[in-house]
Structures are given as C-alpha cells and as structure tokens.
C-alpha cells in the first residue's frame, strides 16, 4: 500500500493512541518522523522515544504520556502542510499556537525545529503540524 502522507500517518497514530490511553505507538521510522518525535519529548508531550529494527525500514516506538489522573498530556495535535498544500511561513508570519502553550513544528534549512527555535534562529520554513 502506497502512503501519499505519512507523516499524517504518525501524526494520527500518535493522537489515536492518546485518546484511547495506549502506553505506547509504534510508527514506521524515518528521519524526518525521528526528528519530529525528538521534538514531541523536548518538549513534554511524549514520554520517550525508541528506535526498534525490523524486516523493512524500522519502528519508532513512541511512549505516551499522561497526568496523575490519567489525562492525556497532548490534547491536540494538527497536519498542517501536506503534500498537496504546502504552507510555508516568514520568520515574522510564524503563528503562536494557543497563546504561547503549544508548538509549531516547521522544516527549515537548518532542519527540524520549533517555532521558538526558528524565531531565535530568524529563519522561516515549511509549517509541518500544531501541537498543543
């Protein structure tokens, strides 16, 4: 089966996991999905990562995190970019997602960041997801 989006895909999963309250997800790996989760756990929504070898490209088993009462730390997470709407933002035109508490992941020149990164680095990119 082909995947037109799959970073969609691990996005989803990642969402699906949560509101069922799994201890854990497992995305097929990449570098950009790597980066992305590495992202996630910097910055509180998820509580580890690993990176697992099989037959064909490899897993990323994701660790889900939640509060003391059995909430779900990631309340939303969003696709912003796809493959067949590209959004791409200045450095001045990156969005504060709810008031400064959740995160704009974005694709730069100089990779993978958030959108605290990207201002302090004064560079714009591809917006690829919310998360909040």
């Given amino acids: 089966m082909v995947m037109t989006d799959p970073i969609a895909d691990m996005l989803t999963r990642i969402r699906n996991a949560s509101k069922v309250k799994f201890d854990k997800v497992d995305i097929p790996s990449s570098r950009i999905k790597g980066e992305i989760v590495k992202i ?43 493959p067949g709407r590209r959004v791409y933002s200045g450095v001045d035109e990156i969005p504060h997602i709810k008031g400064g508490l959740g995160v704009a992941i974005l694709s730069t020149p100089k990779g993978i960041l958030t ?14 997801c919310y998360v909040w």
């Fill in 40 to 82: 996630l756990k910097e910055e509180g929504f998820i509580k580890n990562y690993k990176f697992l070898k099989d037959k064909r490209q490899g897993l990323i088993r994701v660790y889900l995190k939640y509060t003391q009462d059995e909430r779900q730390i990631l309340t939303g997470i969003k696709r912003v970019s796809t």
């Fill in 115 to 128: 959108d605290k990164e990207a201002r302090r680095s004064k560079i714009g990119g591809e917006i690829l």
